[in-house]
């Protein structure tokens, strides 16, 4: 008997002592550290869980680095699947594709492409080595086909490209977070709504030199992105909110902290379109770390592309602000309630079948 099949055996052991014991859901625990036992769980759920309705999938992922090495593209396909990790700071999966692979389809950490999944208290790191770049180090983290995803204190350490939704009619939801990037880092489809997250503006030059873009919305459901009560970070030059890259491209920044308010350009966004000309992109209630208010009382800022020309007001008054509530902008799907119940089931379940053991 080979290594992989005794290693499916043990799984596959794992999921009938869940179910045994009485579980409403399967639980599979990783090996410590080891890599190999990772994939071979995403295996195992993938085929576990082919059907939209399936019984989810618990992948525990107890406190570790598990490298991946060159290997990209490593897929999530399973629907209602859940990966924990054991601290957004100590349970690390991460992979480092050579320069030469570099491209916002080929490098991914994570592929996704199932619907419900849910990711929690772990770090992705692509940790391809982005200043050796030539012109583009397009490093994916995550790159996102399915639906209904919901990230609860997940880090994503990257560069360009670090987060990517590929679905137009997606909707993804990210909660006391953590997101790193340089150009268009969180980028694509679909409506995504960052919670009280914190974004963190790497350095577009190993210098220090250098703009960056933090976001990139393409075609979207309805709203696109939207950050709420998030933290922005900066450590590199200058920045700018967002960049319309196609589609219905629409990104809103409500009641945000930015800890460098200095460092954002005098526009706020990048006006020159990477394929279209912006549909909406707002900015509402922004402040300083002391709380003073930073969003300007107007700002009609003329976007174009190419000989296209539209002229839109960007600043919103900060009263508001309560229009973009997670209740009013994702009220049939309610991320946050979901996200609130998949913490709470989650951590039950590795208290009784993985913590105390």
Same mark, same amino acid.
């Given at each position: 008997?080979?290594i992989?099949? /005794?290693?499916?055996?043990?799984?596959?052991?794992?999921? !009938?002592?869940?179910?045994?014991? &009485?579980?409403?859901?399967n639980?599979?625990?990783?090996e410590?550290?080891?890599?190999?036992?990772?994939?071979?769980?995403?295996?195992?759920?993938?085929?576990?869980?082919?059907? /939209?309705?399936?019984?989810?999938?618990?992948i525990?992922?107890?406190?570790?680095?598990?490298?991946?090495?060159?290997?990209t593209?490593? #897929? %999530?396909?399973?629907?209602?699947?859940?990966?924990?990790?054991q601290?957004?700071?100590? *349970? /690390?999966?991460k992979?480092?594709?050579?320069?030469?692979?570099?491209?916002?389809?080929?490098?991914? *950490? =994570?592929?996704?492409r199932?619907?419900?999944?849910?990711?929690?208290?772990?770090?992705?790191?692509?940790?391809?080595?982005? $200043?050796a770049?030539?012109?583009?180090?397009?490093?994916?983290?995550?790159?996102?086909?399915?639906?209904?995803? @919901?990230?609860?204190?997940?880090?994503?350490?990257?560069?360009?490209? +670090?987060?990517?939704?590929?679905?137009s009619? &997606?909707?993804?939801?990210?909660?006391?977070?953590?997101?790193?990037?340089?150009?268009?880092?969180i980028?694509?489809?679909?409506?995504? $709504?960052?919670?009280?997250?914190?974004?963190?503006?790497?350095?577009?030059?190993?210098?220090? +030199?250098?703009?960056?873009? @933090?976001?990139?919305?393409?075609?979207?459901?309805?709203?696109?992105?939207?950050?709420?009560?998030?933290?922005?970070?900066?450590?590199?030059?200058? $920045?700018? #909110?967002?960049r319309?890259?196609?589609?219905?491209?629409?990104?809103?920044?409500?009641?945000?902290?930015? %800890?460098?308010?200095?460092?954002?350009?005098?526009?706020?966004? +990048?006006?020159?379109?990477?394929?279209?000309?912006?549909? !909406?992109f707002?900015?509402?209630?922004?402040?300083?770390?002391?709380?003073?208010? =930073?969003t300007? @009382?107007?700002n009609r800022? *003329?976007?174009?592309?190419?000989?296209?020309?539209?002229? =839109?007001?960007?600043?919103?008054?900060?009263?508001?602000?309560?229009?973009?509530?997670?209740?009013?902008?994702?009220?049939?799907?309610?991320?946050?309630?979901?996200?609130?119940?998949?913490?709470?089931? *989650?951590? &039950?379940? %590795?208290?009784? $079948?993985? #913590?105390?053991?």
């Amino acid at each position: 008997m080979n290594i992989k099949t /005794i290693m499916a055996s043990l799984f596959l052991g794992l999921f !009938a002592l869940a179910s045994h014991a &009485g579980n409403a859901e399967n639980v599979i625990v990783v090996e410590k550290g080891n890599a190999e036992s990772f994939l071979q769980a995403l295996r195992v759920a993938n085929e576990k869980n082919k059907n /939209i309705n399936a019984k989810r999938v618990t992948i525990y992922l107890p406190a570790g680095t598990y490298d991946l090495g060159k290997r990209t593209l490593n #897929l %999530l396909s399973g629907n209602n699947v859940t990966i924990v990790g054991q601290g957004m700071d100590n *349970t /690390i999966i991460k992979n480092a594709p050579d320069v030469k692979d570099e491209g916002i389809s080929k490098t991914a *950490t =994570l592929l996704i492409r199932g619907n419900n999944t849910y990711l929690q208290d772990l770090t992705l790191l692509n940790a391809m080595d982005y $200043y050796a770049a030539d012109k583009a180090g397009r490093a994916v983290c995550i790159q996102d086909f399915g639906t209904h995803t @919901i990230c609860k204190r997940v880090k994503m350490l990257s560069h360009q490209d +670090t987060y990517y939704t590929k679905n137009s009619e &997606g909707e993804f939801y990210w909660e006391d977070s953590e997101i790193h990037g340089t150009v268009d880092f969180i980028c694509g489809r679909g409506d995504v $709504y960052f919670q009280k997250c914190r974004i963190v503006i790497e350095k577009r030059n190993a210098d220090g +030199t250098g703009g960056c873009v @933090i976001a990139a919305p393409n075609q979207s459901k309805t709203f696109g992105m939207l950050f709420n009560e998030c933290v922005i970070e900066n450590r590199t030059q200058s $920045y700018s #909110l967002a960049r319309s890259w196609g589609g219905k491209s629409c990104c809103y920044y409500v009641n945000n902290t930015l %800890l460098d308010p200095a460092r954002i350009i005098k526009t706020r966004f +990048t006006l020159q379109g990477m394929n279209v000309v912006p549909n !909406a992109f707002i900015e509402c209630g922004s402040k300083d770390a002391n709380g003073n208010l =930073l969003t300007p @009382i107007s700002n009609r800022q *003329t976007f174009y592309k190419d000989t296209i020309k539209i002229t =839109l007001e960007t600043a919103m008054p900060a009263e508001k602000a309560a229009q973009y509530s997670v209740k009013k902008m994702l009220s049939k799907w309610r991320p946050d309630k979901a996200a609130a119940k998949l913490e709470k089931n *989650t951590c &039950g379940i %590795l208290k009784k $079948y993985v #913590l105390e053991k």
